[in-house]
Each structure stands twice: as structure tokens, then as C-alpha cells.
């Protein structure tokens, strides 16, 4: 009977031990949570580059492939993009939003999908909300708040919570990223 009584006074934990584990816990925890924050900041700002980068890139073949000019108007307040297009040529031009295959205009595209905002600048464009590159039919990227083609190389950069990434598009649509 006494061997019994010690088999129920051993089981479970003692509160020492439960404290161990919860400051074990809690010590993981505090570690974890910057790490996972610095890890969406990150990924956040990976997709606002990729779609940047993606929308130039894709336009260009655009203005190549359909043989006139095409143009991204890159809205900073909003942290979005729309995409034109002008059939009437460049130099007279007819901007129109861009269609999808089913003919319906092509909307606004923000640089993420997250909630947070990213800025950007583009040196040589001396609107605070709007920036400009055009694509010729050629695959030649103009900057029209600077001028001729080649006279600027545009340069973007991107900041998103202490996050800058610095995208720069050469005159024919060679794209360099570096953080």
C-alpha cells in the first residue's frame, strides 16, 4: 500500500517545472515574432518588385509585339500602376487603357497585394504622385517628363518599412535590382 501512495505522489508536474516550460515558451516566442515580421516585410517588398519588374518587362514585349507605343503611369499615392496604350503612334499619340484578350480595359494594378504602402521615385519626373515610362515600338524606354530616350536611365526606388530596393530600366528595357 505505501508503494502506492508514492506512485500517486510522483505523477504529474510540479510548478517549477510548468514555469520552466512556459518561460521556455515564452522566450521562443519573442524570438519568433521579429523574425516573422522581418520575413513578411520582406516578402512584401519581393512582390512589389516583382511587379514592377514584371509590368515593365511585359510591356515592352507588348509595344514590340503589337508594333506601337505603350505606357505605364505608375501612381504613388496608391502604390498602383495602369497600363496604356497608343495605336495612333507616338507622335501623335491617343493614350487609351490597354485591353485584356476579351477586350475589356485593363485596370489599375497595385504593386502588392498587402495593405502596406510602398513609395517610390523616379529622378527626372517632378510629379510627387505620378510617374511615366513609355515603351516605343521598337522595345526604345522613354522617361517623357525627361526627354529623349537614353538621355536618362530611370531608376526606381522602392521603400517599404526600412526596405529599399532599387530598380533601374536601361533604354532598351534591361532591368537591374539591387537592394
Request: hydrophobic share 40%.
Amino acid at each position: 500500500m505505501s508503494g502506492n501512495r508514492m506512485l500517486r505522489a510522483d505523477s504529474g508536474y510540479s510548478v517549477m517545472e510548468l514555469i520552466v516550460v512556459v518561460v521556455i515558451t515564452l522566450i521562443t516566442t519573442a524570438i519568433a515574432v521579429p523574425l516573422v515580421q522581418n520575413a513578411t516585410t520582406t516578402y512584401q517588398m519581393r512582390s512589389a518588385v516583382n511587379a514592377v519588374t514584371g509590368v515593365i518587362q511585359a510591356t515592352r514585349f507588348q509595344a514590340i509585339s503589337n508594333g506601337y507605343p505603350y505606357r505605364i503611369v505608375f501612381d504613388i499615392t496608391k502604390s498602383q500602376y495602369t497600363v496604356l496604350n497608343s495605336p495612333c503612334g507616338y507622335s501623335a499619340p491617343c493614350w487609351a487603357a490597354a485591353k485584356t484578350p476579351a477586350g475589356n480595359p485593363i485596370p489599375a494594378i497595385p504593386f502588392s497585394n498587402s495593405s502596406v504602402q510602398a513609395t517610390m521615385s523616379l529622378p527626372g519626373q517632378t510629379s510627387p504622385t505620378s510617374n511615366t515610362l513609355d515603351f516605343k515600338a521598337g522595345g526604345l524606354v522613354v522617361t517623357p517628363a525627361v526627354g529623349a530616350a537614353g538621355s536618362s536611365t530611370p531608376t526606381f526606388s522602392l521603400n517599404l518599412k526600412g526596405l529599399t530596393e532599387t530598380i533601374t530600366v536601361s533604354t532598351y528595357g534591361s532591368i537591374t535590382v539591387t537592394p
